[in-house]
């Protein structure tokens, strides 16, 4: 039983952003969401979450945590401290993790929390061997190899500079003990902040043992202070998704373009191919072939769907329906089984029925289609007034002609046919023909007179 508390209320100066650093997205998910899911999965019986820098925009993106103010930021201690009334009943072992560490997987904290807990020390601070250490604090040993004290970039001397070892930014403490040393932390450094690493030494000094812990799941320690960190982030997040999926059964034809977001599900025996994006809360079924260019954003895509070239977004797509090439599915629509929506087809906000045909060139918005509906080449459904929208029904086994303009509101009953060129702007009964177009006028040998 242990609780958590995530540091997140710093700006992210080096982000140079408008955005606070911790709302940034690693793998299509803010870094700060990262570092809760881990937390939660590792076990934490609470999260705290430390905001200042954007905090509102913080809030309205996560709900599911407590959320405690950091009016300025004077550093990573004062941070902790202003969570002090929060854990004031807490007893046990507290957690600190920071917002911008996002890569560490609840697996590998599971793993930190129980070697702290087994240790009986006051800290244990997470550690790792970086290949290029700039930025980070470094962690200095007493001669017997235990903690001395850990030196910050900005504070540190050349011969500091060249350790590799570095502070993690993730500890686990003995929450009483913390916070009583924790008002002990002066600023009398390089930054003019109160540095958490610096409770380790005090605590030491008062004759509590600290642990170290090194990581040997050294990239997950990465910590993002820049966009060119943000970056690399990103790239190690998104490798691990495709390989996860690929040990699930999923071919990916060319993982280096093809980017899937952390939280997407895919069937055993989809094929993914080039240049596609999978987003958001997307969940694919079993044996699709999706791909090559193709973005789906929050879809719920059925089984045995083959899609190519094409944006669908907020959108449902049955069991083996074909899509593409040159396809918009828009937010709020629903594609029946069987359904083939061919080259240059929109759909928004509408119902397709199973084995619908949209096979070319058609706009078909705010509609209800029926069921085995023949959709001729050109068709458009009129929604929109200049003010209001309005829907368009289509019942089942209807056959509508080419270059068919649907003026809504209008429904088409089951079974109707309309001809080619018409611009329909009544209701059609069921099994009725309807035919809305300028009848056709022969003037004979007109060209000869015309000379
Ligand atoms: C910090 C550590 C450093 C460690 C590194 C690991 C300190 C002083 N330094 O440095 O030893 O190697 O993390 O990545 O702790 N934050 C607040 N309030 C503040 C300041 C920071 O909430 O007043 C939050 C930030 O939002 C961030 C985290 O604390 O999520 C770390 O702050 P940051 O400024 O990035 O520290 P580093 O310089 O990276
Ligand atoms: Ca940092």
């Known amino acids: 039983m242990f609780e958590t508390l995530i540091l997140a209320a710093g700006k992210g100066t080096r982000m140079k952003s408008k955005l606070p650093k911790v709302l940034h997205k690693i793998g299509g998910k803010p870094m700060l969401r990262h570092v809760i899911d881990a937390a939660k999965r590792t076990g934490s019986t609470r999260e705290v979450v430390v905001i200042g820098a954007g905090a509102d925009l913080i809030k309205q993106e996560i709900s599911d945590v407590e959320f405690v103010m950091q009016n300025q ?6 941070a902790v401290l202003c969570a002090k009334e929060n854990f004031a009943n807490s007893t046990g072992t507290l957690l600190i993790l920071c917002g911008d560490t996002p890569l560490l997987t609840g697996e590998s904290l599971k793993k930190f ?5 087994k240790s009986n020390c006051a800290v244990t601070v997470l550690t790792a061997e970086m290949p290029d250490a700039t930025g980070y604090g470094r962690v200095i040993h007493e001669d017997d190899g235990t903690f001395k004290k850990i030196v910050e970039d900005k504070d540190a001397n050349a ?3 060249q350790i590799r070892e570095v502070n993690a930014g993730v500890y686990c403490a003995d929450v009483r003990k913390l916070f009583g040393a924790l008002e002990k932390v002066g600023n009398d450094n390089a930054q003019g902040e109160y540095y958490l690493p610096d409770v380790l030494t005090i605590l030491k000094s008062e004759g509590e043992k600290i642990a170290i812990y090194t990581a040997d799941f050294c990239d997950e320690t990465l910590g993002i202070n820049t966009r060119i960190q943000l970056a690399a982030a990103d790239q190690i997040i998104r490798r691990h998704k495709l390989q996860e999926l690929m040990n699930s059964g999923v071919t990916i034809v060319d993982p280096g373009t093809t980017f899937v977001d952390c939280d997407v599900e895919i069937g055993q025996d989809t094929i993914i191919k080039p240049n596609t994006y999978l987003e958001g809360n997307t ?3 079993e044996d699709c072939e999706i791909g090559p260019n193709i973005r789906f954003t929050n879809m719920k895509v059925g089984n ?8 669908c977004h907020d959108a449902e797509i049955s069991d083996n329906v074909t899509i593409g090439p040159y396809v918009h599915i828009r937010p709020g629509s629903k594609i029946g089984q069987n359904v083939k929506i061919g080259n240059f087809v929109e759909v928004k906000n509408s119902t397709i029925g199973e084995d619908t045909k949209l096979p070319h060139l058609q706009y078909i918005g705010d509609t209800d289609m029926g069921k085995s509906v023949n959709v001729g080449c050109g068709t458009v459904t009129c929604n929109y007034d200049g003010k209001k929208k309005y829907r368009t029904k289509v019942g089942d086994n209807v056959f509508i002609g ?11 009953g089951d079974g109707a046919y309309i001809g080619a060129g018409s611009t329909i702007t009544k209701d059609v009964p069921k099994n009725s023909l309807a035919i809305a177009r300028a009848r056709q006028t022969n003037i004979a040998d007109w060209n000869d007179k015309r000379k």
């Open 402 to 412: 080419c270059n068919t303009n649907l003026v809504a509101p209008v429904n088409v």
């Open 283 to 285: 969940t694919i079924g």
């Open 159 to 161: 011969i500091e500079k």
């Open 113 to 117: 929390v129980a070697a702290h807990e």
């Open 73 to 78: 930021q004077l550093g990573t201690g004062h």
């Open 304 to 311: 045995n769907v083959k899609a190519q070239f094409g944006y």
